[in-house]
């Protein structure tokens, strides 16, 4: 017989607690508690539906000595994005968190990701959409596959039956929040369900060496909904992000425990599906005709890969008594910041200027290295002149007007030379760094933006 409890759950990380109260001791928020019913059965942990299928497993303490250093073994996805951000594809056994905003595509990538595996006995576990919905998407990415099953249902207990009749060697849930663990009694998406729903799949994954992805929700303010615990829970969390307007997506590693988190996917949504982007910076760079004044490129790095990125800016005389400033994908207060040392450093007048300053195709950067690039797009859209399309740009621009070293300089370079720039200006302090490299670009280095200027214009 099962007893029933309740207790309260702070919806912000999860914290359990017997009484409620009105700050969270855990995240210190206020007001996050809310009571949700329990219901532990005792033997609830003989009582998961796959356990016949693993099989026994044994319990034994062993030296660290005699745990055998194999590689892990990985199931290798046709898709080259999603195994570079895992660290060489799909470690078995391991349970992988997938969070992104509603829209952004999750549903369509691991549909298409399951349906390009054609080898491996993938099972879709959709608990938010009907078998025809996913049918019809399925048409539409136009993958097939022999080996691709598809459930509906949200049940943990009834998805273990079928997973011990199926036995997948993949499993993809979509999302965790809309599963429900008959051991728990409160509805799905709240904390207690989403910690025991993920901690069953996790066992489910351990013992049967099973890999497991969980699709999850992402909150208005950005984090992944449901507790915290999630995150500790599972071996990889990965956020899908990018704006809606756009078509491009960033498949980002927030934490892996089996590979670097430096590393980033970038995708293109398409009307077939999402389509691995392989060479991003050809595609970020608009092929123009003529040069236009206010475009400036920066030589970046994301994550562990160089990436070209145009920098747009447009400055106008400003028709209201205060003037604008509106970014899009760049930081506005480092806007305020470069403005303002232009000010002061260059004695340009932008306070009785709008300024606007875009980063093309969407994209958020944070890599400092942007600066100096933005700069040039500023003075550039200030003189009206425009900036040989043959140069780009890699510097992080400081308060006195100085341009400082960024790291991983080579890479840039080579990133560049290799998209036939003819020019990149760096720091000079970057420069020296770089001794007796040889390069098939010619490397400009410069000291202060007074100095760019002169060069430039
Ligand atoms: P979806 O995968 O349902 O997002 P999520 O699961 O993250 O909520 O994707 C939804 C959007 O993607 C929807 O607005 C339509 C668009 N889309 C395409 O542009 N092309 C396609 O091939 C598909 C399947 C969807
Ligand atoms: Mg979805």
Redesign the pocket.
């Known amino acids: 017989m099962s007893k029933t409890k309740s207790a309260f759950f702070c919806q912000s990380c999860g914290y359990e607690s017997a009484k409620w109260s009105g700050k969270c001791p855990s995240c210190n928020q206020w007001n996050t508690f809310v009571e949700e019913v329990v219901v532990k059965g005792n033997d609830k942990k003989e009582k998961d539906e796959w356990k016949e299928y693993s099989g026994d497993r044994k319990v034994k303490t062993i030296s660290i000595n005699e745990v055998s250093s194999a590689e892990e073994k990985r199931i290798i996805t046709n898709d080259g994005e999603l195994n570079r951000v895992l660290g060489g594809g799909i470690v078995m056994g391991s349970i992988v968190l997938v969070a992104?905003?509603?829209?952004?595509?999750?549903?369509?990538?691991f549909?298409q990701i399951g349906l390009q595996l054609n080898d491996i006995v993938t099972l879709y576990i959709s608990g938010?959409e009907s078998e025809q919905q996913v049918k019809m998407?399925a048409d539409?990415?136009g993958a097939k596959s022999e080996n691709f099953y598809l459930l509906t249902e949200t049940n943990t207990q009834t998805i273990f039956q079928e997973i011990k009749k199926l036995k997948p060697q993949l499993v993809i849930v979509?999302?965790i929040q809309t599963l429900q663990s008959p051991f728990v009694e409160s509805g799905s998406g709240s904390v207690s369900q989403i910690r025991e729903c993920a901690a069953e799949l996790q066992r489910f994954a351990k013992e049967t060496n099973t890999p497991v992805f969980l699709?999850g929700h992402i909150t208005k303010d950005g984090n992944i909904a449901g507790p915290k615990i999630l995150e500790h829970m599972v071996d990889t969390v990965l956020q899908?992000e990018g704006d809606?307007h756009y078509a491009y997506r960033i498949l980002r590693t927030l934490k892996n425990r089996f590979g670097s988190t430096a590393e980033l996917g970038i995708y293109e949504?398409?009307?077939?599906?999402?389509r691995a982007v392989s060479n991003p910076s050809e595609i970020l760079i608009t092929q123009k005709e003529e040069q236009l004044s206010g475009i400036a490129i920066a030589a970046t790095i994301e994550g562990m890969r160089p990436l070209l990125i145009e920098g747009q800016a447009l400055v106008t005389q400003s028709v209201y008594g205060t003037p604008q400033r509106t970014v899009s994908g760049f930081d506005l207060r480092r806007l305020q910041l470069l403005l303002a040392v232009l000010e002061k450093r260059g004695g340009f007048h932008f306070g009785v200027k709008d300024v606007f300053v875009n980063i093309a195709g969407g994209l958020k950067v944070e890599d400092p290295s942007i600066d100096l690039a933005i700069v040039c797009a500023l003075l550039s859209s200030y003189e009206d002149v425009p900036i040989n399309q043959h140069y780009c740009f890699a510097g992080e621009v400081g308060l006195s007007g100085e341009i400082r070293a960024v790291n991983r300089i080579e890479q840039r370079i080579a990133e560049a030379e290799k998209l036939g720039f003819e020019k990149i200006i760096v720091s000079k302090y970057n420069a020296k760094s770089l001794g007796k490299l040889k390069f098939n670009i010619e490397v400009v280095p410069l000291a202060k933006v007074e100095e760019l200027y002169q060069y430039l214009f």
């Open positions: 992104g905003e509603p829209g952004i595509g999750k549903s369509t990538l549909l938010e998407r539409r990415v979509d999302s699709i899908f809606r949504m398409t009307g077939e599906g999402m």
